[in-house]
């Protein structure tokens, strides 16, 4: 018997990758967290004044999730008050360069969208 070892295989909760990665990066606050992330390490409150308009409870559970999918680290120093910190991990670097593709096609095409639904709201209203 070999006694090499071998991962057991993962049972996928979503078994399409697409669908499941736009389902975690794809929400309001991930990417805006992860592109404040990829300049520097930032402590939560540092990361509430970069980002905004989100609530302390919608950043935290954010912060989780990209946690829970390997995206950023959490570490925390045992201080008094305790320090806490978030970085992005490897995983989270390899994403920059198709996020900050994502955001520049954004960018880019915004006005285009934003004048196509004006459009399409003013044939809606002329049908009525």
Same mark, same amino acid.
């Given at each position: 018997m070999s006694s090499s070892h071998t991962e057991d295989p993962i049972e996928l909760e979503q078994p399409c990758p697409i669908r499941d990665v736009l389902d975690r990066? *794809? @929400?309001?606050?991930? %990417? +805006? $967290? %992860? /592109?404040? +992330?990829? %300049?520097?390490? %930032?402590?939560?409150? /540092? +990361?509430?004044r970069e980002i905004g308009d989100v609530s302390r409870q919608v +950043? !935290?559970?954010?912060l989780k999730r990209? /946690?829970? @999918? *390997?995206? $950023? !680290?959490?570490?925390?120093y045992a201080e008094v008050p305790p320090r806490v910190e978030y970085a992005l991990t490897g995983l989270g670097r390899s994403f920059l360069e198709p996020m900050q593709k994502l955001i520049q096609w954004a960018e880019d095409n915004h006005e285009a969208i934003c004048r196509s639904r004006k459009q399409r709201q003013a044939l809606r209203e002329q049908v009525q």
């Open positions: 990066i *794809g @929400d309001q606050w991930s %990417l +805006l $967290i %992860l /592109e404040a +992330l990829a %300049l520097r390490t %930032l402590r939560f409150n /540092e +990361l509430h +950043l !935290s559970r954010t990209l /946690e829970n @999918d *390997g995206y $950023i !680290s959490r570490t925390v």
